[in-house]
């Protein structure tokens, strides 16, 4: 293609020489142009000349009091100030993203740790990032297992049940171990049990239940399976709230993590340790293509402060 062909579609214009040629103009001669570039003269000259060659057009006449611009290169001056402004303009939101002055951080949690752990975590963050836009979607583990992969968010919180084999394991995906949350046995104030502090699940096998999740009615039947029995379940919810009132009219009795308790207990219900220490594991997930994004650096650490000591950032393997 000749330089004429490429001024007609516009290919042979050199950003960098484009840049160096508003240079030139602004400073009103190439000498003034290679000083304030720390090139020297006949660089400066070179790359002008290659400019009007890409163009097809003289861009300016030189003499010895300087250059004048061209009817073209007047025109073409309009484009590289245009060029130097979304240059500066992309500097500016780069920096601000690098320094948290804007950008914006998506996260995922399931409820009980949407009402215990996460909003200390994002007023910490606030502190030290206040510019940043952060957002928060309530999912249960799978579906924001599922968001990160799928980079709907940036960080999700979840939980799985080590103890039945369920894993949210992921080659794409990084862990961190946040804590472990205990499970108890829910009952009413006026059960039998309800004065021990640790009952054997299969103590309760001739009890009504009620069941949460998918994920949390999993692991009741794991437990109970290992107690030998098959809970009657009578009622489904994942609303803790609900399931503590079944709970306190007698209905029925379940298993409840800690972080629920935490977030809404009711003083009609006891919590009993269960033998064993059953336990779900609750786990920070980001991408691992997300590793060296600022906001999502703060967003994990602003979330693991409060980590049990021993969690330590992992690669999951692959399923």
Wanted: charged share 20%.
């Amino acid at each position: 293609m000749s330089p004429t062909e490429d001024a007609a579609t516009g290919s042979g214009i050199d950003p960098r020489r484009l840049l160096i040629f508003r240079e030139v103009a602004r400073r009103g001669s190439l000498s003034a142009a290679a000083a304030a570039l720390g090139w020297t003269q006949p660089a400066v000259g070179q790359h002008v000349q290659r400019l009007e060659r890409a163009v097809g057009l003289p861009l300016a006449r030189r003499s010895t009091r300087g250059v004048t611009l061209t009817e073209a290169g007047a025109a073409l001056l309009s484009h590289a100030d245009a060029v130097a402004a979304r240059l500066t303009a992309a500097d500016e939101e780069m920096s601000a993203l690098r320094t948290m002055r804007a950008g914006r951080l998506r996260i995922a949690a399931f409820p009980s740790a949407s009402a215990t752990i996460v909003p200390p975590a994002l007023a910490r963050l606030a502190e030290v990032a206040p510019g940043l836009d952060v957002r928060l979607t309530e999912h249960e583990p799978p579906e924001a297992r599922a968001a990160v992969l799928a980079g709907d968010v940036d960080i999700a919180v979840l939980f799985d049940h080590p103890d039945d084999g369920s894993s949210d394991a992921h080659p794409d995906l990084i862990g961190h171990a946040l804590m472990d949350d205990p499970v108890f046995a829910v009952l009413p104030a006026t059960h039998a049990l309800a004065e021990q502090g640790r009952c054997n699940l299969a103590e309760l096998a001739g009890e009504r239940w009620v069941a949460g999740c998918e994920r949390c009615r999993g692991h009741l039947l794991a437990l109970a399976a290992q107690a030998g029995f098959e809970p009657d379940v009578r009622h489904a919810t994942d609303d803790y709230v609900v399931v503590q009132n079944l709970v306190a009219a007698g209905l029925a009795v379940a298993l409840l993590p800690g972080l629920a308790l935490a977030a809404s207990k009711d003083p009609r219900v006891v919590a009993v340790r269960l033998a064993g220490d059953p336990h779900r594991r609750v786990t920070l997930v980001r991408h691992r293509e997300s590793v060296d994004v600022p906001a999502v650096r703060a967003g994990v650490h602003a979330l693991t402060a409060d980590a049990l000591p021993g969690g330590q950032e992992s690669h999951f393997p692959a399923l």
